[in-house]
């Protein structure tokens, strides 16, 4: 303040030919005293008098003042009656900014609420969900421990615990908070408190060795330097805290280093400070080189001398580098300087008052000045801007500090980031020494984060950031901005191994190229081959008797129907598509009723060549008819009926089958309708039915080699096939239905191609002297007739 004064003094720009005079007062951190004091500079009496001026000069213009905000609001009260310019440099209590109540209070300091907001954002920046709050046991550390909880959970945090700091140092109290930090998950712990209920706490925990927490200070104490001994300082080391930003007072250094006590000699404070600073004591008397008036029995090296040095000071300790508070002062004076000089400037007949007057600036009222006040906009001597908002308060400007302490017991706060309104939290994490020898921020949390793809599901009774680890469902991933729900993919997606996003879903069919579908391809083939060997082997026998007993050209349809029976099944292999869906069951129903309705005109066949033997028979007027012949078309004719009414009126489709399969997309055939379907299969299972019946009744008939035997027994497997092939369908999903269906018409068709043909191939390849007339009618040869 002394070197804003003389700087403003010394200036011809601001307040020429005036002079600015000041008195300086010790509150001694009490609010009591404050007011008393701002009674004596209203009324001008060593004595309080209230409601008079009794100055004999001029009253003062201004106060600048008081530091804290327990100080600073009476004062405010009363000042306010008579609009009293005030300008405190510290006092950041929000009701402050209440014009209503404190009409005449100005300050170079944000609004401690904007303090509030900011560390709940560090706290959310550093992921710090689990917090304890200390606050001092007073309306600033009430209220503003209410918002900054309420701050932490708008932030999705949770406060673990909230100690009120007694305002008399109670032990018993201390050690209780103590011993609550002790115990508590919390790592992070916010200090909400004013630095006057701080001490004892922190050497308290100092003594109990707790230096794994972090430590967060409010600018009322992040700065301090009443924290003398190293252990309290090992325990702070690593903290974080808001102060004050630090600005530039062009000369300010050099005019602290020149403070020296034949330059202020009556300056009260400087002996005290001289005497603190080096470590010596003024001796009695003259206080400069007058050793011949001491005591020569004392220790001349105690004795201060005034030619000690005020730059070998440790900067710790007169820090003439990092003005933050002295700034504010510095603000403080230089508004009510431009306030003054803008009245000291105003032109009569156009000034703000009644009439157009102006103020006199030797002799104004207190209001006056105060109108000027409330208007200052200025650059200060470091060329930033200094004005006042309509609740007398600065724009929100803050540091975010580290203190961090050295090996040899030394310890500095280091800028590591800056809070501005209107802009983002800045921070340079590389600077950052956290206490415990961590590389990356501290954990702060009251459980360990959720395993990617868990959800957090709130413990009964406990709060939000205290919770279980829940799984997200099939088909769901994490919320990626809220932690406690998950979402369902859409249709065509699915969420990937850690559940954290939707990916596309597989493709699934009954492709060529897995081992699945090559292997019942190849399969198909093979047995499509061995049926064209037994054709080819019955046109090369076609007159033998095996091959020409019971219709050689019913055999050689059904050994054709039989290959294509096996080479339909290639169909159902390879991605679906609307002509591949539209053939496969089509191709199957017809090609299998040709194939029964062959086995069925050679088991008529069979019946009506034995019944011509039977002179009783009642058939053997249908031998000359033919009537096998015309069994064949009749029957397929009626399957393909019933397929081209099925295309017509709701043919089979491609689909994308998202609900077969977890995970996959399964592109399939959709059949249309499910009751042709069953009507084509219907068919087939009556077909067979008759055959299997009707080579059943002739099981019995008297040839050697009776082929409705071995008609019976593979009707018996194609029956049998079939039936498991309903509920072994019914029950698979995605391809393996495919697959299934596959497995049955290969089967069926196998059991039909070994039951009616190995038979006779064996005795054609193996047993030729079997293959002949006599054998086959069943008729012996005795001999010698």
Same mark, same amino acid.
């Given at each position: 303040?002394?070197?804003?004064?003389?700087?403003?003094?010394?200036?011809?720009?601001?307040?020429?030919?005036?002079?600015?005079?000041?008195?300086?007062?010790?509150?001694?951190?009490?609010?009591?005293?404050?007011?008393?004091?701002?009674?004596?500079?209203?009324?001008?009496?060593?004595?309080?008098?209230?409601?008079?001026?009794?100055?004999?000069?001029?009253?003062?213009s201004a106060i600048i003042g008081d530091m804290t905000s327990k100080a600073s609001i009476p004062m405010a009260r009363m000042l306010g009656l008579y609009r009293y310019p005030q300008v405190s440099y510290s006092s950041a209590h929000p009701i402050l900014s209440d014009k209503l109540q404190f009409p005449s209070f100005f300050r170079t300091i944000p609004n401690d609420d904007y303090e509030v907001i900011e560390m709940a954002h560090l706290v959310s920046y550093f992921n710090w969900t689990w917090v304890g709050i200390l606050t001092s046991d007073n309306e600033l550390g009430r209220t503003g421990s209410q918002l900054l909880i309420k701050k932490v959970e708008q932030n999705r945090g949770c406060v673990a615990f909230l100690e009120i700091l007694p305002i008399q140092n109670s032990m018993e109290s201390v050690l209780q908070i103590i011993d609550v930090i002790k115990n508590s998950k919390a790592t992070a712990i916010i200090v909400y408190s004013t630095m006057e209920n701080l001490i004892s706490l922190m050497e308290e925990a100092s003594f109990n060795n707790i230096t794994d927490k972090i430590w967060f200070a409010t600018s009322s104490w992040s700065i301090t330097s009443d924290f003398p001994r190293v252990n309290i300082l090992t325990t702070l080391n690593g903290s974080l805290g808001y102060a004050q930003p630090s600005g530039k007072i062009p000369g300010f250094k050099e005019f602290l280093q020149s403070v020296h006590p034949s330059k202020f000699p009556n300056d009260?404070?400087?002996?005290?400070?001289?005497?603190?600073?080096?470590?010596?004591?003024?001796?009695?008397?003259?206080?400069?080189?007058?050793?011949?008036? &001491?005591?020569?029995? !004392?220790?001349?090296?105690? +004795?201060?001398? @005034?030619?000690?040095?005020?730059?070998?000071?440790?900067?710790?300790?007169?820090?003439?580098?990092?003005?933050?508070?002295?700034?504010?002062?510095?603000?403080s004076v230089f508004a009510i300087a431009q306030a003054l000089h803008q009245m000291h400037a105003c032109t009569p007949g156009q000034g703000p008052f009644l009439n157009g007057s102006c103020a006199d600036v030797l002799s104004h009222k207190p209001w006056q000045l105060w109108y000027y006040v409330k208007k200052v906009n200025f650059l200060n001597t470091a060329g930033e801007q200094i004005y006042f908002d309509k609740n007398g308060d600065i724009p929100l400007?803050?540091?975010?500090?580290?203190?961090?302490?050295?090996?040899?017991?030394?310890?500095?706060?280091?800028?590591?980031?800056?809070?501005?309104?209107?802009?983002? &939290?800045?921070?340079? !994490?590389?600077?950052?020494? +956290?206490?415990? @020898?961590?590389?990356?921020?501290?954990?702060?949390?009251c459980n360990n984060p959720c395993p990617k793809g868990f959800r957090r599901a709130t413990q009964e009774g406990q709060k939000i950031c205290c919770f279980d680890c829940v799984s997200c469902s099939d088909g769901e991933i994490l919320n990626p901005n809220d932690g406690s729900k998950c979402l369902t993919c859409p249709g065509d997606q699915w969420p990937n191994q850690s559940k954290e996003k939707c990916v596309p879903k597989s493709i699934q069919f009954l492709a060529y190229d897995e081992l699945l579908g090559s292997s019942l391809a190849c399969i198909s083939i093979i047995c499509c081959a061995v049926t064209f060997s037994v054709l080819c082997l019955f046109i090369i026998k076609h007159n033998t008797p095996i091959v020409k007993a019971n219709n050689r050209e019913l055999s050689y349809l059904l050994l054709i129907s039989l290959m294509f029976c096996f080479l339909c099944s290639l169909v159902f292999i390879g991605r679906p598509n609307i002509v591949t869906c539209m053939l496969r069951q089509v191709l199957f129903g017809i090609i299998f009723s040709l194939c029964l309705s062959a086995i069925l005109a050679k088991t008529i066949t069979v019946i009506l060549v034995f019944s011509a033997t039977n002179p009783d028979s009642q058939l053997k007027r249908f031998v000359g008819l033919r009537i096998p012949v015309y069994i064949v078309p009749s029957c397929t004719v009626i399957q393909i009926v019933l397929c081209l009414v099925w295309l017509c009126s709701s043919s089979p489709f491609e689909e994308f089958n998202m609900m077969a399969e977890l995970g996959t997309i399964v592109i399939e055939c959709n059949e249309g309708s499910n009751v042709f379907f069953a009507c084509v299969l219907g068919y087939m299972g009556l077909l067979a039915s008759v055959s299997l019946l009707v080579a059943f009744l002739a099981r019995n008939l008297p040839d050697t080699f009776n082929e409705t035997k071995f008609i019976t027994f593979s009707m018996l497997v194609f029956a049998s096939v079939w039936i498991t092939f309903v509920p072994a369908y019914l029950s698979t999903k995605g391809k393996n239905m495919v697959a299934v269906e596959i497995f049955a018409i290969i089967s069926s068709s196998s059991g039909l191609l070994v039951c009616i043909f190995f038979p006779k191939c064996y005795i054609i390849l193996l047993q030729p002297e079997m293959n002949n007339k006599r054998f086959i009618t069943g008729k012996k040869v005795r001999s010698g007739k």
């Open positions: 303040m002394v070197f804003a004064i003389q700087e403003i003094n010394q200036s011809s720009d601001i307040l020429p030919n005036i002079t600015l005079g000041f008195k300086l007062y010790d509150s001694c951190y009490n609010h009591v005293r404050s007011l008393i004091e701002t009674t004596l500079i209203l009324s001008g009496k060593e004595q309080m008098v209230t409601n008079f001026n009794c100055h004999k000069e001029r009253m003062p009260m404070f400087i002996k005290t400070f001289w005497e603190e600073a080096f470590d010596c004591v003024w001796p009695m008397g003259n206080l400069y080189n007058n050793y011949s008036s &001491l005591n020569t029995s !004392e220790d001349p090296s105690a +004795w201060c001398t @005034g030619e000690e040095k005020v730059d070998s000071i440790d900067p710790n300790i007169y820090d003439v580098y990092n003005f933050r508070y002295t700034y504010k002062i510095h603000n400007s803050l540091d975010i500090l580290n203190w961090q302490l050295y090996p040899n017991g030394s310890n500095q706060y280091i800028n590591i980031g800056k809070i501005e309104k209107g802009n983002q &939290l800045q921070i340079e !994490e590389e600077k950052i020494v +956290w206490n415990g @020898g961590w590389s990356q921020p501290p954990v702060s949390l």
